[in-house]
């Protein structure tokens, strides 16, 4: 297994400013994923971020909206920009360990932008 | 397009019912089939997970699953709940090769006493 630690945990943000959350994994994983869970919803894969290459957004995500960093293999940021309330989520990072198809969730994000 | 239908939003049962959460999916190829927990204000934990081989998982806490290809289900089921099983469950799947994790809503299970 992996463990996995976010920071911050929550923060209330105001309109228009970004903020960046940290993903710090215990071990080196290669493959790194960030998820947004609305309220009352499930999870929606935000992008994958490996390291040494871009990171991989789902349609409906983008790097200028949503920039990521991986600069090795057991740290990750991902900034949410330009903040609407509509951003108001918990944002999730997961990691898969190498030669295993099972991913570990970090505690999550939460964000409330006013 | 891989996606995954949990079938219901919110169950309600009393300590020691049994209990059955349905999940099905949509992939056209092989999958892997994943379980997770969510706990009141704790992070997601994997309960089970099937990948090849008996389609009868187990996992923790007494839960298991059965895969049912020709369905394309992967049900949750206990066969005793407690009180302490009430959480969010979410079904969830993904494909060969490192694909990233597909999630249902999940369903809410509120266990009483």
């Known amino acids: 297994s992996a463990v996995i630690s976010q920071k911050p945990s929550r923060d209330i943000c105001q309109r228009g400013t970004s903020l960046t959350i940290q993903c710090q994994v215990d071990?080196?994983?290669?493959?790194m994923f960030w998820y947004r869970q609305q309220p009352g919803q499930s999870l929606t894969l935000i992008a994958t971020?490996?390291?040494?290459?871009?990171?991989?957004?789902e349609s409906g995500f983008v790097i200028d909206k949503f920039p990521i960093s991986r600069p090795n293999l057991t740290f990750s940021t991902l900034t949410v920009s330009n903040m609407s309330p509509e951003d108001s989520s918990i944002y999730l990072c997961?990691?898969?360990?190498?030669?295993?198809?099972?991913?570990?969730f970090g505690p999550g994000t939460r964000l409330t932008v006013t | 397009a891989q996606s995954v239908s949990q079938h219901n939003h919110h169950v309600i049962l009393s300590e020691a019912a049994s209990l059955e959460l349905g999940c099905n999916y949509s992939?056209?190829?092989?999958?892997?089939l994943f379980w997770y927990v969510q706990y009141p204000g704790q992070h997601l934990q994997l309960l089970l997970k099937?990948?090849?081989?008996?389609?009868l998982v187990k996992g923790i806490k007494g839960f298991e699953a059965e895969f049912i290809k020709s369905k394309f289900s992967f049900n949750l089921r206990k066969p005793s709940v407690q009180w302490s099983d009430t959480a969010e469950y979410f079904c969830?799947?993904?494909?060969?090769?490192?694909?990233?994790?597909?999630f249902g809503k999940g369903t809410r299970l509120s266990v009483i006493a």
């Open positions: 099937y990948f090849s081989g008996d389609p």
């Open positions: 969830a799947v993904n494909g060969e090769g490192n694909t990233p994790l597909v």
């Open positions: 071990s080196q994983v290669t493959m």
């Open positions: 997961s990691v898969e360990l190498a030669g295993s198809y099972e991913q570990y």
């Open positions: 971020a490996n390291q040494g290459s871009e990171a991989t957004y």
């Open positions: 992939y056209g190829g092989t999958v892997n």
